[in-house]
């Protein structure tokens, strides 16, 4: 076969560990209450819902034993605290920093180890490696526990204070205690500079397309629409879109690529809490309507990754191999806020249009097709076998995992 520069088992995938800090610079003095909210700005209902968390403020600032105090370190864990009450580890604050970091990783640079990371069942998890990133480069693997970075213990620590301890400036090192699969062991992660293209494709050997996406960034619609440009001309006999260890991107970002893939109809529908609903449909637009599809999945597939996967799969258009996929069926909306910080707040869930939920359970594959344990990039991929297998018609083994296997 051509050489296939990222194919090879190393079915790369994406975006990146949403650095998080502390930091949030707000009530500045011991009479910060005044500084942030004034009579005129809190409104009057919250102003005795809120006199509690004054009175502690005011308390701590004239009591406590070591001064003096940091209040944006205090306020930072006032804003942390609430937003944890609600307990959906989706909704979210970022420092300023953290937000840069987060726009520049859409934008497709940023740097750090090159994963993204999650709060899972309390421990701070590992969904995706990003292809080509130090992370992938020292075997980290989705699932992953990161119990420690540099001797400190992050399970008492929350997301944004434990990614803080993880990621860094490139050419730093840090030293993680990773679990998998109940056994610990250590590894060195040298962070560097992680670019990633988010759309990346070829014409193999058997006369398959293949594309891979690797976030729904900023340029995603527009690169993957130069790349269908050059292959579909080509006359492919089948398409092989490959969205797996894609932890997701924008809303308006996959709706425009799932247009290209799909004829008209209901791509998702966007729920709220008080029951109102909002569609999104594809159009009879797109360059790749027609061609023999073929979605290859994994555990690290996740968000705007399933919803393109979903619709493709209710509608008809395409079949689902590799395995069941991450299970995040919401969605969030990005505020920025007035210190460069920003807030990221689940406003919905989402639906494929056959209406599932996908949420926490995630999508099963048409096919199941496992891969070993140890991955090399010398190692067949199987999965890509697969697909290539399907759309040349030949007969593909579906091995769906024991029930104890998840």
Do not use: C
């Not at 194919?7 to 800090?21: G, Q």
């Not at 340029?219 to 997701?248: C, H, K, W, Y």
């Not at 496992?370 to 759309?391: F, R």
């Amino acid at each position: 076969m051509k050489s296939r520069f990222f194919i090879t088992f190393s079915f790369m995938i994406i975006l990146i560990i949403f650095a998080f800090n502390t930091g949030y610079v707000l009530g500045q003095s011991p009479w910060a209450p005044v500084q942030v909210f004034s009579r005129g700005t809190m409104p009057v209902e919250a102003e005795e819902t809120f006199a509690p968390f004054w009175e502690v403020w005011s308390l701590v600032q004239a009591r406590y034993f070591e001064q003096p105090l940091d209040d944006e370190q205090l306020m930072q864990g006032a804003i942390n605290g609430m937003l944890a009450a609600l307990g959906d580890p989706n909704t979210r604050y970022l420092s300023p920093e953290a937000e840069a970091r987060a726009r520049e990783g859409m934008a497709g640079e940023f740097e750090g180890i090159g994963a993204e990371i999650t709060f899972e069942n309390g421990d701070l998890t590992i969904v995706s490696p990003i292809v080509g990133s130090p992370a992938e480069a020292a075997g980290l693997l989705p699932g992953d526990i990161l119990r420690a970075a540099d001797g400190v213990e992050l399970s008492n620590l929350d997301i944004m204070e434990a990614a803080r301890l993880v990621r860094g400036p490139a050419g730093t090192s840090v030293t993680l205690t990773v679990e998998r699969r109940g056994e610990t062991f250590i590894v060195e992660v040298v962070r560097g500079v992680i670019r990633m293209p988010s759309v990346r494709g070829e014409l193999l050997e058997e006369n398959i397309a293949y594309v891979r996406l690797t976030q729904f960034g900023y340029e995603t619609v527009a690169d993957l629409q130069a790349l269908l440009e050059t292959l579909i001309p080509q006359n492919p006999r089948g398409l092989i879109l490959d969205l797996r260890r894609n932890p997701g991107g924008g809303l308006d970002t996959v709706v425009g690529v799932a247009d290209q893939f799909l004829d008209e109809g209901v791509i998702l529908v966007e729920r709220f809490g008080d029951g109102r609903e909002r569609v999104f449909s594809s159009t009879d637009q797109g360059l790749a309507q027609q061609i023999p599809l073929v979605v290859l999945i994994d555990a690290g597939s996740a968000s705007a990754s399933e919803v393109l996967a979903g619709a493709v799969r209710a509608r008809g258009r395409g079949v689902l191999i590799g395995q069941t996929t991450f299970g995040k069926g919401t969605i969030q909306t990005w505020h920025p806020l007035s210190d460069g910080g920003g807030v990221r707040i689940t406003v919905a869930r989402w639906l494929t249009p056959d209406e599932t939920w996908v949420n926490e359970g995630g999508l099963a594959p048409d096919y199941f097709i496992p891969l070993p344990e140890e991955q090399n990039a010398d190692a067949v991929d199987a999965q890509l076998q697969a697909a290539i297998a399907y759309l040349l018609g030949e007969r593909i083994n579906s091995v769906p995992p024991a029930e104890n296997d998840g």
